[in-house]
Every structure is written in structure tokens, then in C-alpha cells.
């Protein structure tokens, strides 16, 4: 069974997503130190960051992760996204980053092209819409 862990004080993100990914195990940590303890203590196929902290705080939690767990993939999710973060994103090798409003079916469908074992393409789109700013990495 695929193991995801989901970082965040508000449970709504895991109970919103958990029926569209029922065949995994879904565990939620508090907070980005709760979830490295995880994290050391075993393996994930997959982490989504909290919604409320920052790109930047997401990348540098991106680094810690990569330092525990080599390979895991990373979703994230933040209130607010500018191109440059973006591009951050791309070059830390998240396999998504979201920013609110981000919808619940979009992220959930993101997850399970990432469960699907997809390895990193050269392919990227980047989505500019009004103040929204997304990337889709194709993998």
C-alpha cells in the first residue's frame, strides 16, 4: 500500500482528498517538525505540504525531505504563488505546486499521477491566470 503523508493543522485537506485516494495510507502531521519525524521514521511515496505555509518555507522543507528521503515526491501547496516561485518550484523538483483557491479534484488527480511511479519529463507547463499561478510538471 502507498503511504502519503499530508502536512497541516486543517484536517479539511486530508478528509477532502482521502475518498478520491482510498487505496493508500493517508497519515497527517501537525506540522512541517512532525512530519520530518516521520519522515525519518519510514518511507512515503508522497508529501503535500500545508496550505498556509509559503512556497519559500515549502522549498526549504522540499530540501530537508530530500535530505531523509531521496526521491520522494512532493506536492505543494501554498496561499499564494509568483512566477518566480514557480520557477523555484521546477528547479527544486517538486512534482506539483499549487496556490489557493486550488481545487480539491485537481490536487487529488495530481497525487495519483504521482502514485502512478511517473518519472521526471523535461515537459513542464506553467499556468499564469489572474493572481493564480500553477505548475504542472508532466511526468
Known sequence: MQRILIIGEDPAVGVSISPQL??????????????LQRLRQRAFELVLTDPKSSVQEDLALVN?????RPGVKTIILAPAATPEDVIAALRARVFACFSSPFDVNEVAAMMAKALEGAQVSRFYQVSLIGSHCGLTASY
Do not use: F, V
Open 22 to 35: 482510498q487505496a493508500c495510507s493517508i497519515e497527517i502531521a501537525d506540522g512541517d517538525a512532525e512530519a
Open 64 to 68: 530537508e525531505i530530500e535530505n531523509i
